[in-house]
């Protein structure tokens, strides 16, 4: 499938377009669209930039990590403590006095979320480096662990995080701008990483380990790096979450949160960046659609109650028919280009002709 | 502490500890012939206790013969997820029968969430389970007695199967070298669906124990023993069944112990196992019985 490759100087033209037509449609929908949909495209890009984060370190560099909640917990915290201002969250801290440092901290938005990204990457370390050498479902089960671990935790310190009761009024800062600035922002650098030859590192890791250790590469310095990175972009995404659904506590960053992630990555196609950003489209779409089925429904006379818990059972029969049928995902390790873009508008040359390489 | 709180806390901890040891010993049977984490034990424990449940209150039936279908139907439904979910990926990368195990646990679940509803329920206790035995200061409920004989007789069967029988002859000899063992004429596919057979079977038993001995049942109940069966099933060596016993005993009196004798920290009881299991990988991999499991390559 090699089509003829247009000058860099037209793909420049056509991401310019393409990237004014995502702002004009953006800026449409912010003026037409209710708030409802609204918060379906915020929450589109929240979940491609969670994502985009577990698929740099499972689908690229092949770490099967479960504790992207946890990740996103700290980021979420993070952020809901400094935008939050100081007023607020002393009325917030009911049942114990929150430590000066947390009363007293405020920052502007973007700080915050830069910062809560920061926290999530040192745990990232702090995490990754006993765990990390790990192989396989173990590195799954021991990340899980952590990601169990931070929400046990956070439960347990009210002077920081508010106990069982977390956060509610928090600032409604991340609008569609913010949220996919940020997403762009994550694509441009996963995109920069995965294509630099620190990517292809990751992948050698990813496909042998072995022989990608033989050849001299620094196996773990490459996984630390890949995770910390990861870690940081999940941690960015649950601080955008914070602020997009206003309430956070320690029942939120459940597993299932994680479960959703992997979904879309698996979805979408392990090692692949368009796969993850239609997934995070679809699986988002799909899942506030699946809302519907729990809503109670009228057929002419009939009326169904709305059964709950049909719409995850549907959601993760589809995971285990993805990954029974159709393992490698939409886009399998597929990406997106603009040469293939334009090949679709070509008439398909003759056979005969077929470019011989 | 006076002694008789620390009975009254050792046998708590040896009920859980044998509760938490019939899960793992599933746990650790299929990990150690298919290398895989089965993610949905724990919601095979938690169907088994809801189907219990059913019998009596759907079907009328007596409450002996309701456990007795309850485990039946809890044996089909392991064998069935290992069928549809786990069989058509054994030649795939181990990662995705995982995430397989994964969708199906969280499918269980809100199975039960669709047919059970979300609510808790109060689950049926006969009367002989109810009188508390009163021995010096000890209070006893017979459940602290019953649970521990219980497993401890299934555990021995279990060994018995094991060890003594052909069938058990060709798990062991699965756990070795799968290729090797169909070469050598073992009726694989036969061999492990015996094996979620039995997994399951105990699951269920400690199920119905569990919603007997904190009678209340949920679709998320579970979840978290289930995770922690699993850290038990590591921490006395993943693969040995011996392993699971120890390793789920002593996870089981550790958890009562550490609330018991520090109680500022029972907030953090369920990170406790967490934690450990970190510890344990760090430290010790192949756990307190294991031997090294030879990665497939």
Redesign the interface.
């Given at each position: 499938m090699k089509h003829a490759q247009p000058s860099a100087a037209t793909r420049h033209m056509l991401t310019f377009g393409a990237l004014a037509a995502l702002v004009l449609f953006l800026f449409t929908a912010e003026k037409f669209a209710d708030g409802y949909q609204i918060q379906i495209l915020n929450l589109i890009a929240v979940n491609t930039i969670l994502a985009l984060s577990l698929n740099l370190i499972y689908g690229f560099t092949g770490m099967?990590s479960l504790g992207h909640a946890g990740f996103m917990a700290i980021g979420a915290y993070t952020c809901a403590i400094l935008i939050m201002p100081v007023g607020q969250k002393e009325m917030l801290f009911l049942l114990e006095e929150a430590y000066p440092i947390i009363q007293n901290s405020q920052t502007p938005f973007f700080v915050a979320v830069l910062l809560g990204g920061i926290m999530a990457a040192i745990a990232g370390i702090l995490i990754g480096f006993?765990?990390i050498r790990?192989?396989?479902?173990?590195l799954?089960?021991?990340t899980?662990?952590?990601a169990?671990?931070i929400r046990?935790?956070a439960?347990?310190i009210p002077r920081v995080t508010n106990g069982a009761l977390g956060f509610k009024g928090i600032p409604d800062f991340a609008t569609i701008w913010w949220n996919y600035g940020w997403l762009l922002i994550t694509i441009y650098f996963i995109t920069r990483v995965v294509n630099s030859n620190f990517g292809n590192t990751l992948k050698a890791i990813r496909d042998d380990e072995t022989a990608a250790q033989s050849m001299g590469i620094n196996v773990f310095g490459h996984k630390m790096a890949s995770f910390t990175m990861g870690a940081f972009f999940a941690g960015i995404g649950g601080a955008l979450m914070a602020s997009l659904v206003t309430t956070i506590d320690p029942k939120m960053f459940l597993?299932?949160l994680t479960?959703n992630i992997?979904m879309i990555v698996?979805a979408g196609g392990l090692g692949s960046i368009t796969g993850s950003i239609i997934g995070g489209i679809g699986i988002t779409a799909l899942l506030e659609w699946l809302r519907v089925v729990e809503n109670p429904m009228t057929f002419g006379d009939f009326t169904i109650n709305g059964?709950?818990?049909?719409?995850?059972?549907v959601?993760?029969?589809a995971?285990?028919i993805i990954?029974?049928f159709k393992?490698e995902g939409i886009m399998g390790m597929r990406e997106f280009s603009w040469s293939w873009f334009l090949g679709l508008f070509k008439k398909s040359p003759p056979k005969k002709n077929k470019e011989v390489r | 502490m006076s002694s008789s709180m620390f009975v009254q806390h050792m046998l708590n901890g040896l009920t859980l500890g044998s509760l938490y040891a019939l899960i793992a010993i599933g746990y650790t049977m299929v990990y150690g012939i298919l290398?895989?984490?089965n993610f949905a034990h724990g919601e095979v424990f938690m169907l088994a206790a809801y189907f219990v449940y059913w019998g009596i209150t759907l079907f009328n039936l007596p409450w002996v013969i309701a456990l007795l279908c309850a485990v039946g139907l809890t044996c089909v439904m392991g064998i069935g997820i290992d069928q549809v979910?786990y069989k058509?990926?054994r030649d795939?990368p181990?990662?995705?029968a995982?995430?397989?195990a994964?969708?199906?646990?969280?499918?269980l679940?809100?199975?039960?969430?669709?047919v059970f509803?979300?609510i808790p329920r109060e689950v049926y206790r006969p009367e002989w389970l109810e009188n508390v035995i009163l021995w010096g200061d000890i209070r006893i409920l017979p459940l602290t007695i019953v649970v521990p004989a219980m497993s401890i007789a299934l555990m021995l069967g279990l060994l018995y199967i094991v060890y003594r029988t052909k069938a058990g002859l060709g798990m062991r000899a699965i756990s070795k070298d799968i290729e090797t063992s169909r070469l050598m004429g073992v009726k694989v596919n036969r061999v492990i669906a015996l094996t979620f057979c039995i997994g399951s079977a105990l699951a269920a038993a400690s199920g119905i124990m569990w919603s007997l001995r904190y009678p209340q049942i949920q679709?998320i109940m579970g979840?978290i023993p289930g995770?922690k069966a699993?850290?038990a099933a590591?921490f006395g060596g993943i693969g040995s069944i011996q392993g699971a016993v120890i390793g789920g005993t002593l996870l089981g009196f550790m958890e009562i112990m550490i609330v018991a004798f520090f109680p500022d920290l029972a907030?953090?009881r369920?990170?406790f196992a967490?934690?450990l299991?970190?510890v344990i990988?760090?430290i010790k991999?192949t756990g307190l019985m294991g031997e090294k499991l030879e990665?497939k390559i």
């Amino acid at each position: 499938m090699k089509h003829a490759q247009p000058s860099a100087a037209t793909r420049h033209m056509l991401t310019f377009g393409a990237l004014a037509a995502l702002v004009l449609f953006l800026f449409t929908a912010e003026k037409f669209a209710d708030g409802y949909q609204i918060q379906i495209l915020n929450l589109i890009a929240v979940n491609t930039i969670l994502a985009l984060s577990l698929n740099l370190i499972y689908g690229f560099t092949g770490m099967f990590s479960l504790g992207h909640a946890g990740f996103m917990a700290i980021g979420a915290y993070t952020c809901a403590i400094l935008i939050m201002p100081v007023g607020q969250k002393e009325m917030l801290f009911l049942l114990e006095e929150a430590y000066p440092i947390i009363q007293n901290s405020q920052t502007p938005f973007f700080v915050a979320v830069l910062l809560g990204g920061i926290m999530a990457a040192i745990a990232g370390i702090l995490i990754g480096f006993p765990v990390i050498r790990l192989g396989g479902d173990y590195l799954g089960i021991a990340t899980l662990g952590f990601a169990e671990i931070i929400r046990i935790v956070a439960t347990n310190i009210p002077r920081v995080t508010n106990g069982a009761l977390g956060f509610k009024g928090i600032p409604d800062f991340a609008t569609i701008w913010w949220n996919y600035g940020w997403l762009l922002i994550t694509i441009y650098f996963i995109t920069r990483v995965v294509n630099s030859n620190f990517g292809n590192t990751l992948k050698a890791i990813r496909d042998d380990e072995t022989a990608a250790q033989s050849m001299g590469i620094n196996v773990f310095g490459h996984k630390m790096a890949s995770f910390t990175m990861g870690a940081f972009f999940a941690g960015i995404g649950g601080a955008l979450m914070a602020s997009l659904v206003t309430t956070i506590d320690p029942k939120m960053f459940l597993f299932i949160l994680t479960f959703n992630i992997l979904m879309i990555v698996v979805a979408g196609g392990l090692g692949s960046i368009t796969g993850s950003i239609i997934g995070g489209i679809g699986i988002t779409a799909l899942l506030e659609w699946l809302r519907v089925v729990e809503n109670p429904m009228t057929f002419g006379d009939f009326t169904i109650n709305g059964i709950p818990g049909m719409r995850m059972l549907v959601f993760s029969l589809a995971l285990v028919i993805i990954i029974l049928f159709k393992q490698e995902g939409i886009m399998g390790m597929r990406e997106f280009s603009w040469s293939w873009f334009l090949g679709l508008f070509k008439k398909s040359p003759p056979k005969k002709n077929k470019e011989v390489r | 502490m006076s002694s008789s709180m620390f009975v009254q806390h050792m046998l708590n901890g040896l009920t859980l500890g044998s509760l938490y040891a019939l899960i793992a010993i599933g746990y650790t049977m299929v990990y150690g012939i298919l290398r895989l984490i089965n993610f949905a034990h724990g919601e095979v424990f938690m169907l088994a206790a809801y189907f219990v449940y059913w019998g009596i209150t759907l079907f009328n039936l007596p409450w002996v013969i309701a456990l007795l279908c309850a485990v039946g139907l809890t044996c089909v439904m392991g064998i069935g997820i290992d069928q549809v979910a786990y069989k058509p990926l054994r030649d795939a990368p181990r990662i995705s029968a995982l995430i397989s195990a994964i969708g199906v646990s969280f499918f269980l679940q809100n199975f039960a969430v669709v047919v059970f509803g979300a609510i808790p329920r109060e689950v049926y206790r006969p009367e002989w389970l109810e009188n508390v035995i009163l021995w010096g200061d000890i209070r006893i409920l017979p459940l602290t007695i019953v649970v521990p004989a219980m497993s401890i007789a299934l555990m021995l069967g279990l060994l018995y199967i094991v060890y003594r029988t052909k069938a058990g002859l060709g798990m062991r000899a699965i756990s070795k070298d799968i290729e090797t063992s169909r070469l050598m004429g073992v009726k694989v596919n036969r061999v492990i669906a015996l094996t979620f057979c039995i997994g399951s079977a105990l699951a269920a038993a400690s199920g119905i124990m569990w919603s007997l001995r904190y009678p209340q049942i949920q679709p998320i109940m579970g979840v978290i023993p289930g995770f922690k069966a699993f850290i038990a099933a590591v921490f006395g060596g993943i693969g040995s069944i011996q392993g699971a016993v120890i390793g789920g005993t002593l996870l089981g009196f550790m958890e009562i112990m550490i609330v018991a004798f520090f109680p500022d920290l029972a907030g953090y009881r369920d990170a406790f196992a967490f934690i450990l299991l970190i510890v344990i990988l760090l430290i010790k991999p192949t756990g307190l019985m294991g031997e090294k499991l030879e990665d497939k390559i």
